[in-house]
């Protein structure tokens, strides 16, 4: 069965302090990736899209990249703003999205 | 219009009402689809419509009947539903049946009491 697995589950870091969110896929036939902001009681914010190995997508702070079975999303001098869940989720082109469990990531001033 | 748009945003009902829960998007989207989230977890896809005929059904219970009355309505019926239905359900619209990525509503949260 398809798998999509993020990681860590949960992080925290202090404003500033740069690192990165990881989610790997167990898959053939990988149609697309999708990188999505969730602020609690709110809709999945769309991020970015990955289609092939080496791909690369910048927003702001964010940077996303995708190797053949893992995308890691880097985020860089981060603000408490930028505290969300970040969920992945990856296209098979059944016209389901199949999500990971996402990273609840925390920013502290 | 990039926005999927919910209604209401916050609904409690009783285990013995009938309610619905509207979605509607004005992007030309072929696909709209129906996700429940419980919190702290994932979205989790209950249905899909393509071209406006029900093409996934994730066995959902009956007690959920959903509705496309034409390509910018999605409809979610609600009937005798339990206290564990309680969570937050979104809609979502894409214009290539996924491949492009979906674009999401900001959800209707469901209060069962």
């Known amino acids: 069965e398809d798998q999509v697995t993020q990681s860590p589950e949960a992080l925290r870091l202090q404003e500033g302090e740069s690192s990165s969110l990881n989610c790997s896929y167990t898959?053939?036939?990988?149609?697309?990736l999708f990188w999505y902001r969730q602020d609690p009681g709110k809709g999945p914010e769309f991020l970015f899209t990955?289609?092939?190995a080496g791909e690369e997508k910048e927003k702001e702070r964010l940077k996303a990249t995708l190797t053949k079975k893992e995308s890691f999303l880097h985020i860089t001098a981060p603000k408490p703003e930028d505290s969300a869940t970040y969920l992945c989720?990856?296209?098979?082109?059944?016209?389901?999205?199949?999500f990971g469990t996402g990273t609840r990531l925390t920013i502290i001033p | 219009d990039t926005e999927v748009t919910q209604t209401p945003k916050h609904l409690v009902m009783g285990m013995t009402n009938k309610k619905s829960l509207k979605c509607e998007q004005h992007?030309?989207?072929?696909?709209m689809y129906w996700y429940k989230q419980k919190a702290k977890k994932p979205p989790e896809l209950m249905f899909v419509?393509?071209?406006?005929?029900?093409?996934i059904n994730e066995s959902v219970p009956s007690r959920f009947s959903p509705e496309c009355p034409n390509s910018s309505l999605l409809n979610l019926h609600l009937h005798a539903l339990q206290p564990e239905d309680s969570a937050l359900y979104l809609c979502?619209?894409?214009?290539?049946?996924?491949?492009?990525?979906?674009?999401f509503g900001s959800g209707t949260r469901l209060t069962v009491v």
């Open positions: 979502a619209s894409s214009q290539d049946g996924g491949a492009g990525g979906y674009t």
């Open positions: 898959v053939s036939g990988l149609r697309g």
């Open positions: 990955l289609y092939s």
């Open positions: 989720a990856v296209f098979f082109g059944n016209e389901k999205l199949t």
């Open positions: 992007m030309g989207h072929r696909a």
């Open positions: 419509y393509s071209y406006e005929k029900l093409s």
